[in-house]
């Protein structure tokens, strides 16, 4: 109900305050203005969004870039924070290719807890020979007020012939 | 005068927008369609929003529905006919087994990729009412057509819209 009567007098003071006649270059340096207004407070309120939701003192942000894939398709990955599961996400080729070319990807952008930290990384995928892949990653941080950021990063061991998957934290 | 009419219409757009935000989150027609991924039978991933550019027909089905059953071929006879003209169908199983949905595939020896939502995300996402479900999204990635059901002859009007979609 509170919605609708917001709504209604959104309505009739944007019609009161269009009723009065404007001459037309006025009125096209107030649309300007107005525009100007609109996308400033956009980007504020997407600052602020932000600022709200994940807090600096609580954020935590996961990416992931791959090197290239000789010895591991990555089909998905599953991330896990302090046991609990937080992003579950598939990969399509297009995506993949775009990691190879250098693209990182944000996976997972949320809070946690201040003080120790478990952050568990599980890829799927197709490793060397076409077998079914499945490793995991794990890293424990400590989170202090700072924004941490995690990189998970697959690569190919040519040493070992084989994907290795590191998880690196950052504050 | 003027600065203050600018602040007064800057508090009422925010306040507009606030407004319309809070509101239903219930997917409608000219909606964007919400994106995901999900693996399809053959093991492929498939993403929505990489269909951009094609008119897509979204239709959520379950092994156990009968309409779902009747209604596939004739969406598989749909897709056959107008694959080449821009058009694609996504057929996702609700149920999240890939048993049954792929039991159901090879029956109807449907050709349209069969994906399977696991952990039924994807129904909450599009706040499903009826089974099947039929959503109809243009090359920009919008909404264009909810059809909730399936009856025999209902075939004629996702044809009628397909062909609108694909003329645009």
């Known amino acids: ?171 | 005068m003027n600065k203050c009419r600018i602040q007064i219409v800057k508090f009422l757009i925010y306040l507009g927008l606030v407004t319309l935000t809070v509101t239903s989150n219930a997917i409608t027609v000219q909606d964007d369609a919400p994106d995901f991924t999900l693996k399809s039978l053959q093991g492929e991933n498939l993403r929505l929003n990489e269909y951009r550019g094609r008119v897509v027909l979204l239709n959520f089905w379950a092994s156990w529905c009968g309409p779902c059953r009747q209604e596939m071929p004739l969406l598989d006879r749909i897709h056959k006919r107008y694959q080449d003209a821009g058009f694609a169908v996504l057929s996702v199983n609700v149920e999240g087994d890939p048993i049954p949905a792929r039991a159901l595939a090879q029956e109807t020896g449907v050709s349209f990729p069969v994906l399977i939502d696991s952990g039924q995300k994807i129904s909450e996402l599009y706040e499903l009412e009826a089974m099947p479900s039929s959503v109809l999204i243009d090359r920009d990635g919008v909404v264009r057509y909810i059809h909730r059901g399936y009856q025999p002859g209902d075939e004629a009007q996702y044809l009628k819209v397909v062909k609108q979609l694909i003329k645009e």
Do not use: W
């Not at chain 1, 302090?82 to 693209?103: F, P, W």
């Open chain 1, 1 to 171: 109900m509170l919605r609708i009567h917001l709504t209604v007098l959104y309505l009739i003071l944007c019609c009161s305050l269009l009723d009065r006649p404007l001459h037309g270059e006025q009125l096209d340096t107030q649309m300007e203005e107005i525009k100007q207004s609109l996308i400033e407070l956009k980007r504020d309120l997407l600052i602020l969004e932000e600022e709200l939701l994940y807090p600096a003192s609580s954020q935590v942000a996961v990416y992931l870039s791959m090197n290239v894939g000789d010895f591991f398709n990555l089909d998905s990955v599953t991330l896990k924070l302090n046991g609990k599961e937080v992003s579950h996400y598939l990969y399509t080729e297009l995506q993949i290719d775009a990691l190879y070319r250098g693209g990182v990807q944000r996976l997972f952008i949320g809070n946690v807890k201040q003080g120790s930290n478990r952050i568990s990384a599980f890829f799927i995928g197709k490793g060397p020979n076409g077998r079914e892949y499945k490793r995991a990653a794990t890293a424990e941080f400590e989170k202090n007020f700072e924004p941490t950021f995690v990189e998970l990063k697959i690569s190919d061991s040519t040493a070992k012939y084989q994907p290795d998957f590191v998880v690196s934290v950052s504050s």
